[in-house]
């Protein structure tokens, strides 16, 4: 018996290390020149890579049509411009050379970490591709053409960079919603921003002035092209009537443009808040539907009340009705792991399995059921026969009995334990032995026979030590 303890012991520390093993393999970085640990690169410092390569995409992004259509290039400030413009590509060539080469990728399961493989496996993506684009350097056509932004029009080729790190970004947020709808809103303010350096362009195409369609050239040009474009993209109105072919062709596609844009851009916005809001419109129709139900029964109002307090309760305590209804798509070892961080804790406290198997207790907290009880709600009732045991997660219960059945004997608080000697049939009884009534909100574990039964199949010894402390 104790050698099978310590084999026990030793294949969970095996499998501990196996677990941690894989987590920092799917979350790091390997370095190319190194497969030690001390070469990996924390998952954190390639977001936080991804965030200044994509801050030099939107530079290229934002600041080239700007560049182009307005006069804020000049020859005083050009180096300025430029220093700017290289600082980015040099963001770009680290990037492709040093960052996405370590990368690690997942082949016919396995998770590759050679450094030769990950170049390799770059090397043959479109991203590369795209990557390599990107860098041509249209910028020696400057000696002939002068400095000309849209010669840069090739850095926006590196638009994955941008996506993967949204993407990576969401990941690790725990309101990721927010941030869609910062996103999103940003893509409308780029569309905006487009808008108003086409509008300038065009303007001065015309002749600035020359027309009361065409920006006059007063205040400042950027903002009052902005105005213009805003008024447009989302059809406000109130703008002065085109006069030339040119400036009503350029202000039909406006209108057709910004019908589609603004609505895209609504449709995603509807999309990002909705997803938000899915578990609170979930909570309020099923608490609607319960409700309407009870009303066309003609269910006493107290006990609607009730049952309105419940659901209030629970959604505001835990932020979901049925924890066991969110896990249920995982596989069962993921199942076991998020139980173990939630509830081990809880559960190894509880002196009633103090002794038993530990893999024993793993198996037990997959089949607990948390529920919520009211104050003054009866958890089990004298006489009644036992098919549940109850560990309490949160709150307080109060054994109550005497003639008048509300004498208090006993309050038990978190990982107290009772319904055991019910469930465990100790001496041939299965009935309660006793009223146990929720004393305030009292968040409850509930195991049923049938699963502890299961469970205790294949621990005998821990089913003896139960029964044993249970008498």
Known sequence: SQTSTVVNERL?????????????????????????????????????????????????????????AFPYQTPDNIYYWLLTDYLCDLI??????????????????????????????????????????????????????????????????????FFEFNERLEAILTKAYIYRVIRTTTYLLYCLHCNACLYYWGSAFMGIGSTKWVYNGEGNSYIRCYYFAVKTLITIGGLPEPTTLFETIFQLINYFVGVFAFSIM??????????????????????????KYMSSYHIPKDV??????????????????????????????????????????????????????????????KSLRSVVYLPGDYVCKKGEVGREMYIIKAGEVQVVGGPDGKTVFVTLGAGSVFGEISLLAVGGGNRRTANVIAHGFANLFILDKKDLNEILVHYPESKKLLRKKAR
Not at 22 to 33: N, R, V, W
Not at 115 to 132: A, G
């Open 92 to 161: 770009y060539i680290l990037d492709i050379t040093i960052f996405q080469p370590r990368l690690q990728f997942v082949r016919r399961g396995d998770i590759v970490c050679d450094k030769k493989e990950m170049r390799k496996n770059y090397m043959k993506t479109k991203r590369f591709k795209f990557d390599v684009a990107s860098l041509v350097p249209l910028e020696l056509f400057y000696f002939k053409t002068g400095i000309n932004p849209l010669l840069r029009l090739p850095r926006l080729l590196k638009i994955n960079s």
């Open 304 to 365: 609607q009340n009730r049952v309105k307090t419940w659901y209030n309760y629970t959604w505001q305590s835990q932020g979901m009705l049925d924890e066991l209804e969110l896990l249920t798509q995982l596989p069962d070892k993921m199942r076991l792991d998020i139980a173990v961080d939630v509830n081990y804790s809880i559960v190894s406290k509880v002196p009633l399995f103090q002794g038993c198997d530990r893999q024993m207790i793993f198996d037990m907290l």
């Open 266 to 291: 609504i449709g995603q916005m509807r999309d990002v808040v909705g997803a938000a809001t899915a578990g609170q419109t979930y909570y309020r129709t099923c608490m609607d539907n319960t409700v």
């Open 12 to 68: 969970q520390e095996l499998v501990k290390m196996f677990k941690e093993r894989t987590e920092k393999a799917k979350e790091k970085l390997i370095d190319p020149d190194s497969s030690d640990e001390d070469s990996i690169i924390p998952y954190l410092m390639y977001v936080l890579w991804m965030l200044l390569v994509s801050l030099a995409w939107n530079w290229n992004a934002w600041f080239i049509p700007v560049r182009w």
